[in-house]
């Protein structure tokens, strides 16, 4: 059974920074990544990373936010610096594997002053 548990979420004000992250478990993902869903919009990528450490990121998220893996542990990170307003949202993780999509339960990131 694939489970994938969150952590790192909160409060924080404009400037700030966040570690997201996210156990996978069950499965062998050879893509994991972080997606969002702000407020009264559709879910986005947010950025992505292989078991072999290519990354993808949104443009929006370019320079301030850093995904990391440790496939020793099935586990991702996302550090989130210099976070803005429109930042604001749900974060999801999501895993990868030959056998199908798998999202967590996601995890609320709020930022405001």
């Known amino acids: 059974q694939v489970q994938l548990v969150e952590s790192g979420g909160g409060l924080v004000q404009p400037g700030g920074s966040l570690r997201l992250s996210c156990a996978a478990s069950g499965s062998s993902f050879y893509v994991m990544g972080w997606y969002r869903q702000p407020p009264g919009k559709q879910r986005e990528l947010v950025a992505t990373?292989?078991?072999?450490?290519?990354?993808n990121y949104a443009d929006s998220v370019k320079g301030r936010f850093t995904i990391s893996r440790d496939n020793t542990k099935n586990t991702v990170f996302l550090q989130m610096n210099d976070l803005k307003l429109e930042d604001t949202a749900v974060y999801y993780c999501n895993a990868k594997s030959r056998t199908g999509n798998y999202w967590g339960q996601g995890t609320r990131v709020t930022v405001s002053s």
């Open positions: 990373i292989t078991s072999g450490g290519s990354t």
